[in-house]
């Protein structure tokens, strides 16, 4: 007689299927699920090393050719000096100066390209630090049996001490477009106030069940958002406050640090130049003296 297998089994079958594997597959799946997550290391020693041999090869196969070159100069047969000044010469009758010209060729391209992957190593942006704390965090509260356990375990500093948790993220790097350095009250949003509101208000904590991951736009969007209202009101604050002021001595203190109050502002809500700060500061300021101009001559 054929068994009937249980209701609900081929679901239950299916939500296994779905699920990643232990290991690398559950972190593999966390990654491209949560952009942020998916950092690796540079190896910033390993490729510095590395670029230190090639260059130490490069430099010894170099004198090698300076030296065969003057060796054919000075004691070479007709050819051999012809093939100083005639690269036909050279590769039909100095077969071993050939040799070395070619392997020189192969190192060269080698170390051309190690050095051009490390530029744009270099030029990649590390991890955002409470993203890489998240990460380690869940990373650190998996069960055992889904932790890594070979040598490559310890790439995100899981278990650093705090000391050392700077120089595991300055080797890091991120797998998303590096954007413009953000300015102070951006880096701020994001480092702190999201943060606490996921642990306060949102009623959160960092643990795999409760990963959010809040879109860089909605974000830029925001900040732009608030520095536009805050540049609208600022003005209109400032000229209310002068004109409950009517002393002329406290009227200029007012507007000296009202003018700073700005120029501070605008550095840390924006990425404006020091020319640009300097433009927006002396409208302001203009602004305020025609204000107080005009109610002093009415």
Request: proline share 3%; glycine share 6%; charged share 25%.
């Amino acid at each position: 007689m054929a068994s009937t297998p249980p209701v609900g089994s081929d679901a239950k079958a299916e939500a296994v299927l779905t699920q990643p594997a232990r290991g690398y597959p559950k972190i593999a799946r966390k990654m491209a699920e949560f952009s942020d997550f998916a950092t690796f290391r540079r190896f910033r020693a390993l490729n510095m090393k590395n670029l230190l041999y090639f260059q130490a090869e490069l430099a010894r196969m170099e004198l090698k050719l300076h030296g065969e070159e003057i060796a054919d100069n000075r004691l070479g047969d007709e050819n051999k000096r012809n093939g100083l000044i005639d690269w036909k010469f050279l590769h039909d009758f100095n077969k071993d100066q050939w040799k070395t010209v070619t392997d020189i060729r192969k190192v060269l391209k080698e170390y051309n390209d190690a050095l051009i992957q490390q530029m744009q190593l270099s030029e990649l942006a590390e991890p955002n630090e409470y993203n890489l704390k998240t990460f380690r965090y869940w990373m650190a509260t998996e069960d055992e049996d889904d932790q890594l356990g070979g040598d490559d375990s310890e790439s995100w500093g899981v278990d650093a001490p705090k000391e050392e948790e700077r120089n595991f993220r300055k080797d890091l790097a991120v797998l998303k477009p590096k954007v413009e350095d953000s300015d102070f009250f951006t880096k701020f949003l994001v480092s702190t106030i999201i943060p606490a509101y996921q642990r306060v208000i949102g009623g959160e904590f960092m643990s795999g069940k409760s990963l959010k991951e809040y879109s860089d736009a909605s974000i830029i969007k925001f900040v732009n958002n608030f520095a536009t209202l805050f540049a609208c009101v600022l003005p209109t604050v400032a000229i209310v406050v002068l004109y409950n002021i009517h002393g002329m001595r406290t009227r200029l203190g007012v507007i000296a640090a009202l003018t700073a109050g700005f120029s501070i502002a605008l550095m840390i809500v924006t990425q404006a130049t020091r020319v640009e700060i300097f433009t927006a500061t002396a409208a302001f300021s203009a602004v305020m003296v025609v204000f107080v101009n005009t109610q002093t001559t009415g």
